[in-house]
């Protein structure tokens, strides 16, 4: 079983000011964590994936996130919000139940980010 | 260019009328997924294909029917849509079925069923 929480439904900020959207998870398998990003009337982008390699995972658009083990955590941040930023993010779990089996992908509730001028 | 592609990109129709949203990739993914996003409930997923002929239902396959007879299209079907399946639809693709693969996603299409 798995599951993701998004602790926040909604996160404003000032532009120029960091950004924390936070995710935790649960999985009973090794999992394969992702943040997703879609704006407004769009599909989602990958930001960036850990995929057991180095915890701390650098992604696009200056967004990174660490993956912490003890803590069920994947939080997401970046140093400085910029206009373009405001959009919604997902955190998203996979995992492999078996070996030779399929994925399961399990959404978070996704996470609105507002940058204020 | 590397995409994936839905037709229609907006539908409203009645309710009991069939229809199907189509689903293209052309960067030769094995794993083909569909998602319906819903305020508050982030995306969940409807089916999903592993590759040509392999299907499988996701959380919320009620009401729903996949096809996979080619490895670049993944259709939807709704053979008789009720109004609770208004939503805005996601199909995506990954190179394979395994965890670590990220997906990309198509740009969307919003249907109302009224």
């Known amino acids: 079983a798995q599951s993701v929480t998004q602790l926040d439904s909604h996160v404003s900020v000032s532009e120029g000011t960091p950004v924390l959207l936070r995710c935790n998870y649960s999985?009973?398998?090794?999992?394969?964590l992702f943040w997703y990003v879609q704006h407004p009337n769009k599909g989602l982008q990958l930001l960036l994936k850990?995929?057991?390699?180095?915890?701390l995972v650098k992604g696009i658009n200056g967004f990174e996130a660490e993956f912490k083990k003890s803590e069920t955590s994947f939080h997401l941040t970046k140093p400085s919000a910029h206009m373009s930023d405001a959009a919604e993010y997902f955190c998203?779990?996979?995992?492999?139940?078996?070996?030779?089996?399929?994925?399961?992908?399990?959404f978070g509730t996704g996470t609105k980010l507002q940058v204020i001028p | 260019e590397a995409q994936v592609t839905q037709n229609p990109r907006y539908l409203i129709t009645v309710t009991g009328k069939k229809l199907t949203v189509t689903c293209s990739q052309n960067m030769n993914h094995e794993y083909m997924s569909w998602y319906r996003q819903d305020p508050g409930l982030g995306l969940r997923q409807i089916y999903y294909s592993m590759n040509v002929e392999v299907t499988d239902k996701g959380d919320v396959p009620e009401g729903y029917k996949v096809s996979r007879k080619e490895k670049r299209n993944f259709p939807l079907i709704l053979e008789s849509p009720s109004p609770n399946q208004t939503s805005l639809y996601f199909c995506a693709s990954s190179q394979k079925g395994l965890a670590a693969y990220e997906q990309y996603f198509g740009p969307g299409t919003r249907l109302t069923v009224t």
């Open positions: 850990y995929t057991s390699a180095a915890t």
């Open positions: 999985s009973s398998y090794s999992p394969s």
């Open positions: 998203v779990v996979s995992a492999t139940p078996y070996s030779g089996g399929y994925q399961k992908v399990t």
